[in-house]
């Protein structure tokens, strides 16, 4: 059973239809190019994930090396995804506020490391200790203004913004990290209130101005903006649950003013990436201010936090991607944009998208890859050191070998130890590169590892009914069964196969 990654999802007809229908399911930016093999990977993306349209951009040693489009900006209109389409980035506009929040410090006005009450005086007791850096890192501890996915809007923010100010703290700052539009709100004042104009006028003038960035605004779906790109979603709420939907649906978004420093920006991939290039050339801000912009908070266990495995610390309005190798900055936005910088290899790439889910994030370092040789998933990449190793043995030798080599390890070092759950990733990261045969050599491996899991079987037989070996499948999910009687989706399997 995979537990990390989600069932593949196939395209429906309708939508791989208007895709070809309108020349749009791969169209690199050149009208006459060539399909290369990021054309073709993100091909294979969008179906995989349905995904109605996508821009690209990529930077390679300060310069932008491939820009593409691919499918449709509005499914309704049968409108392909051009040059100049706008996509909401949501979040990712926390990494511009983040580039404003530095221009303040280097201009003398601000200083991270100072207790807000120094900048907004007024604010409930509680708030004034929370340091600026631990707004922007999401530790301060603050109630959040958009809780229970509330939406504040221009009819509402005045109202939700005195309510938010009457609920209780959440947390000592600095004991954890929690994500908070409450914190980028008071971001928000502070730049206004240190720049003596409106946040969005300065992020206009200091960033969007000096860049040359027409097509990069500040707003909600309520603005009517040329060459938009709507948003879309598969999924629903029945009876007042999330389901996922057979077909795309309108996403309608809406922020008040206040809150726009959280999530408020339409742009495109092309001009995000001149953005990138200017602000790591010096345009935006001063080298030295690259690595404290970049660098994630700690909590107060002196360790840092972020969303998840892969963005595992907060920075100054970027998240971070913190591993051996071929570290990252990455924001992303609303499940459907993303952009990451790898600072040591000069590479940055951006990925919009106008669907909610896409979750590009998961998938951007694949195109790394691409450029980066020792980035490519079929060298393990991103694997944990010990299982990287074996890796990189076993495609020398053939995967077969794996229990024989995992032998030799174990002989050599008795501490040696794969854990199961790493084992059963990488079986799905093997099957996601189209290597079933080296995939069931993993499971097999899982399945000798650990005889007690009904995990392991249940993956081992998942794979073997994918093949077409009916009797080892069935073999499989019975031992799993056996193991854990609660497995259904094994007993289901078995009841189908009397």
């Known amino acids: 059973m995979n537990q990390s990654l989600p069932p593949l999802r196939r395209l429906s007809f309708f939508l791989w239809a208007l895709l070809l229908l309108t020349g749009a399911g791969l169209q690199p930016a050149r009208a006459q190019a060539p399909a290369d093999s990021v054309d073709l990977f993100l091909a294979t993306k969008m179906r995989q994930l349905r995904i109605p349209g996508l821009q690209l951009a990529v930077v390679r040693h300060g310069q932008v090396v491939k820009l593409a489009q691919y499918g449709v900006a509005n499914i309704q209109d049968s409108i392909p995804v051009g040059r100049h389409s706008r996509f909401t980035i949501n979040s990712i506009t926390k990494a511009f506020v983040g580039v404003a929040v530095m221009q303040l410090v ?10 807000v009450s120094r900048y907004l005086p007024g604010l409930p007791a509680a708030w004034q200790p929370v340091t600026v850096r631990q707004l922007l890192t999401h530790a301060s501890g603050l109630p959040e203004i958009m809780g229970d996915d509330e939406l504040v809007t221009e009819a509402n923010e005045t109202a939700a913004w005195a309510s938010v100010q009457q609920k209780p ?6 004991e954890k990290f929690s994500y908070n539009q409450t914190n980028y709100l008071l971001i928000g004042k ?18 969007l101005n000096v860049v040359g960035m027409p097509r990069t605004t500040l707003g909600d779906s309520h603005d009517v903006l040329p060459n938009s790109a709507r948003g879309y979603t598969y999924s629903k709420v029945v009876n007042g649950e999330w389901q996922r939907s057979g077909t795309p649906r309108n996403l309608f978004e809406a922020y008040g003013p206040i809150i726009r420093t959280a999530s408020g920006m339409s742009s495109t991939a092309e001009e995000m990436a001149h953005w990138l290039i200017a602000l790591q050339q010096g345009k935006l801000l001063q080298p030295a201010s690259l690595p404290v912009l970049w660098t994630p908070g700690l909590l107060n266990n002196g360790q840092p936090k972020g ?17 051996p190798e071929h570290r990252a900055v990455a924001p992303t936005g609303g499940g459907r944009s993303a952009l990451f910088v790898y600072p040591e290899d000069d590479l940055s ?61 174990r002989k050599k070092t008795p501490t040696y130890q794969l854990p199961e759950a790493e084992v059963n990733a990488w079986g799905y990261a093997l ?9 069931l050599e ?9 005889p007690q899991s009904a995990n392991a079987y249940d993956s081992l037989g998942e794979l073997y009914a994918e093949l077409g070996n009916r009797e080892l499948a069935r073999k499989n999910y019975q031992r799993s069964v056996a193991l854990n009687p609660q497995n259904k989706a094994a007993a289901d399997y078995l009841k189908k196969s009397l």
């Open 431 to 439: 099957l996601k590169q189209a290597q079933p045969q080296n995939a």
């Open 442 to 450: 993993i499971f097999k491996l899982n399945v000798s590892l650990y």
């Open 349 to 409: 790439i951006v990925v919009l998208t106008n669907l909610m889910g896409a979750n590009p994030d998961m998938f951007i370092d694949e195109i790394a890859g691409f450029y980066i040789a020792d980035m490519h998933p079929a060298t393990g990449f991103g694997m944990p050191p010990a299982i990287r190793t074996l890796h990189t043995k076993l495609r020398k030798r053939g995967f077969n070998q794996a229990e024989a080599l995992v032998k030799q390890a």
């Open 307 to 323: 969303f998840n495995r892969l963005q595992n610390g907060y920075a100054l309005g970027w998240p971070t991607v913190g591993r």
């Open 190 to 207: 502070i730049i206004g209130q240190l720049s003596g104009q409106p946040f969005a006028s300065f992020i206009q003038e200091r960033q």
């Open 106 to 115: 280097e201009a003398g006005k601000l200083d991270v490391a100072a207790p």
């Open 169 to 174: 703290m959440e947390f000592a700052p600095g």
